[in-house]
């Protein structure tokens, strides 16, 4: 099943990534312990697994950035 909208961002009380998956009225968060540096191509592999993992397909124009 398709997520509707993915949403990540930099957690700095964490120190890690912070997923925000929607998929209807369902809001899923998870965080990844990915460093602040990590490069686009790393950290959307790492969504894509939690994403996955979670019981989702990523769509990439669903994916946001904050």
Request: with cysteine; charged share 35%.
């Amino acid at each position: 099943m398709p997520a509707d909208h993915v949403e990540f961002s930099w957690d700095a009380s964490k120190s890690s990534w912070l997923l925000r998956i929607e998929a209807g009225e369902e809001v899923i968060t998870r965080h990844c312990g990915l460093p602040k540096s990590a490069d686009d191509r790393t950290l959307r592999t790492a969504i894509e697994k939690a994403v996955a993992e979670e019981g989702y397909e990523l769509d990439p124009a669903s994916l946001t950035r904050r």
